[in-house]
């Protein structure tokens, strides 16, 4: 081998290249599902977007996205729908009770979202609960599921 550095140095930008091709593709299917994608999916189920959180909830390493939605017909909905995508398909769907999420900051350290709900009592209005409690969505692989505030399994709504 007569230019051994050489060799040595277009491996690596070689190398380099082909990570940065994979990352641009990566960020160009990022930009498909949020100006194409999804408003044609919230459009399609009469729903509109009412926070998206961009996060990697199962670890794998690629960016999901943790949509909140408001049916577009409803001036103060309680039931709203939250939607997990991974590579633009849904992964999971949880209709929240006027849910908010306490970790969206933390979602990709933790594998979960925390959501505080109001536990809703008989004769008590709906604006005003005295009551709360927490779910969990957690995600591992491409499967998620729902759990109580002491990690027990419970059965999804929707």
């Known amino acids: 081998m007569k ?19 994979q990352r641009l593709y990566r960020w160009l299917q990022n930009q498909e599902f949020i100006n194409k994608t999804l408003p044609t999916f919230l459009n399609a189920n009469g729903l509109r977007d ?23 017909e409803c001036g103060s909905c309680h039931s709203r729908p939250l939607y997990i995508f991974e590579d633009g398909k849904i992964l999971f769907k949880y209709i929240m009770d006027d849910g908010e999420i306490l970790n969206p900051d933390t979602i990709s350290l933790d ?34 599921g729902l759990y109580d505030s002491n990690d027990n399994p419970i059965k999804a709504n929707s």
Not at 3 to 21: C, E, N, R, S, V
Not at 66 to 71: D, H, L, W
């Open 50 to 72: 009412d926070g998206t959180i961009e996060t990697d909830i199962n670890g794998n390493g690629v960016k999901d996205y943790i949509v909140e939605t408001i049916p577009l």
């Open 3 to 21: 230019y051994p550095k050489l060799t040595a140095l277009l491996f690596i930008i070689l190398i380099g290249a082909m990570i940065y091709q």
């Open 111 to 144: 594998h979960a979202i925390i959501l505080k709900e109001p536990t809703r009592l008989d004769n008590e209005p709906l604006c005003c609960p005295s009551k709360y409690h927490i779910t969990k969505i957690k995600c591992k692989n491409s499967q998620c």
